[in-house]
């Protein structure tokens, strides 16, 4: 008794000693800081695995002084079918974008007649073939680019053999619905693994548009050696889901912050002479007050003299050449 006893006490300070101060605490993963004893041979393979090449700053067609592409990520519900999450509440949130959110900003693009890019998962596509119907039915000719197979996010899938054979049938299915082969090649997320710029390179894609080391196009460096491919970078700031996406669950309920955050970039890089993209999706930007929001600034873009509205496709082809350029 006596000795359980003391055993007892032992232990019971033992967890005295173990309990830290007050504080915010992190549990460590098993190896949380690898960088710190990376030499910098080490560092620059991992940093310039993909990365920036040559700037490509184009001068814009007809004298434009700015390029505009809108972009729609067209998802739906694919994200959430892909990690098998069964909650209809959240499928038929992304199910929105096929039933009404991309008709109306289908209708908005035609009212405004400025063309626009769709980046379309093949399964989106397949379990609402009428994305595809919809989007070629247009007045205008609008661009269908890639987006994996079923918004599969790479880093997570982590299988160089799985994800070809996703890219391939993303491609088979997208090419088949379409009639045309994709050009443009959006990451689900925009999320790489280490394998995803070998494979869309070697997938002959003319651009992506999935990284934002520059405001302006470049060339993609793979290895440090160039690629080819164009990049048309991306931006958060100029993304619909930060503000109005599954995270942001109505915390930001003003269009009005979104438009100011949009207009300020657009006129710099007007002032720039630069590229302004958007990255959308239409069960997020697909909303009536949303939908209302961007029709008011695309308005606004066209009022302003020497604005080339454009395809990613488009803008893609016209500044490639500046890759061979001295
Ligand atoms: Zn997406």
């Not at 310039?48 to 040559?54: E, I, L, Q, Y």
């Not at 599954?246 to 955050?261: I, Q, T």
């Amino acid at each position: 008794m006596k000795r359980a006893l003391i055993l007892a006490s032992a232990l019971f300070a033992g967890c005295m000693q173990a309990t830290p101060p007050p504080g915010p605490v992190e549990t460590p993963r098993p190896d949380p800081l690898p960088g710190t004893r990376l030499s910098v041979d080490q560092l620059k393979s991992q940093m310039f695995h993909v990365s920036a090449g040559k700037r490509l700053k184009a001068t814009w067609p007809n004298g434009a002084r700015v390029a505009v592409g809108l972009s729609f990520d067209v998802d739906n519900a694919t994200a959430t079918l892909s990690t098998g999450n069964l909650d209809y509440e959240v499928l038929s949130r992304g199910e929105y974008g096929a039933v009404d959110g991309l008709p109306r900003l289908l209708r908005m693009l035609d009212r405004q007649q400025v063309p626009a890019s769709f980046f379309i998962p093949a399964a989106s596509a397949v379990l609402h073939p009428k994305v595809i119907s919809d989007i070629q039915a247009a007045k205008l000719s609008h661009e269908i680019g890639g987006h994996g197979w079923i918004h599969e996010r790479l880093p997570l899938l982590n299988d160089e053999k799985e994800e070809q054979r996703l890219l391939d049938l993303s491609i088979e299915t997208l090419t088949k619905m379409t009639g045309k082969r994709p050009v443009g090649y959006r990451a689900p997320s925009w999320k790489f693994s280490g394998w995803t710029m070998g494979q869309v390179k070697a997938a002959g894609f003319l651009y992506d548009s999935s990284l934002m080391a520059s405001d302006d196009a470049y060339e993609i460096l793979l290895d440090g050696t160039p690629t080819g491919v164009v990049e048309l970078p991306i931006e958060r700031i100029l993304d619909d889901a930060p503000y109005f996406g599954g995270n942001a669950d109505g915390s930001n309920p003003s269009v009005g912050d979104v438009y100011e955050v949009f207009q300020s970039e657009f006129d710099v890089a007007y002032e720039e002479g630069g590229l302004f993209l958007l990255t959308m999706h239409p069960h997020m930007m697909g909303h009536r007050s949303r939908t209302a929001m961007l029709e008011k600034l695309v308005q606004y873009i066209k009022g302003k003299p020497g604005v080339w509205f454009a395809t990613h496709e488009q803008i893609a082809n016209h500044v490639k050449p500046l890759i061979a350029a001295q």
